[in-house]
């Protein structure tokens, strides 16, 4: 089966950086996910990551290794509206999606 | 563009009842994949249909079926509803069969009593 594993909460400043780290466990891997997802609302996609290595999209950047099952998301320069929860999802070949529970982020003034 | 729809927004049920729910994809997408979430929890894998034939299934008992129309809508059905059945139910859809950068829907809230 697979196994994804986040932090369940993290809490952060106006303006500062913080980085949420996934490890995961599967067979087939096909890719990684990162979704945004405010209370009540649908998550909405960040980032994917196929290959290892930083993929950069302004003040979201997302990190992977393949070999040691091993993501994280960077968020920079934090705003009042990055106050959310952050999944982290493995696709595989088989065309299943796993996500983790989700890493509560509160960002404070 | 129109982004991937669903209905109804929200359903209200009794246990032992059967619900179908609905999912539009975003133009030119092909692949539709059914999510349960339960609060506090991330998205649960229910199945992927591309092409209107199902290419993925997660760990979810028969009583949960789905299928793709030529259009690439959906319809998520479950079959004798449990209370533990309420949840909020995502459909998301991608260009193709390996679910590269999937856009949900606003997602089904059903209240199973």
């Known amino acids: 089966g697979q196994n994804i594993d986040q932090p369940t909460e993290m809490t952060a400043t106006e303006g500062a950086i913080v980085q949420i780290n996934c490890t995961y466990q599967t067979s087939g891997f096909n890719g990684l996910f990162w979704y945004q997802q405010h209370a009540g609302e649908a998550p909405t996609f960040l980032s994917y990551?196929?290959?290892?290595g930083l993929e950069e999209k302004g003040r979201f950047s997302s990190f992977l290794s393949r070999s040691k099952g091993y993501s994280y998301l960077l968020l920079k320069e934090l705003q009042m509206k990055d106050s959310a929860s952050y999944l982290c999802a493995v696709t595989t070949n088989a065309g299943k999606s796993t996500f983790g529970d989700g890493t509560t982020l509160t960002v404070k003034p | 563009d129109a982004g991937v729809t669903q209905s109804p927004t929200h359903l209200i049920k009794t246990r032992g009842q059967h619900v179908t729910l609905r999912c539009s994809p975003i133009?030119?997408?092909?692949?539709v994949s059914w999510y349960q979430q339960v609060l506090g929890q991330g998205p649960q894998f229910i199945f992927q249909?591309?092409?209107?034939?199902?290419?993925g299934r997660g760990n979810f008992p028969d009583r949960f079926s789905a299928r793709q129309f030529p259009n690439y809508s959906s319809e998520l059905n479950v079959n004798a509803l449990l209370l533990g059945d309420s949840a909020l139910y995502l459909c998301a859809s991608s260009l193709g069969v390996l679910q590269e950068t999937q856009y949900f829907g606003p997602g089904t809230r059903l209240l199973v009593l």
């Open positions: 990551n196929v290959l290892d």
């Open positions: 249909y591309y092409e209107k034939e199902e290419r």
């Open positions: 133009s030119g997408h092909k692949s």
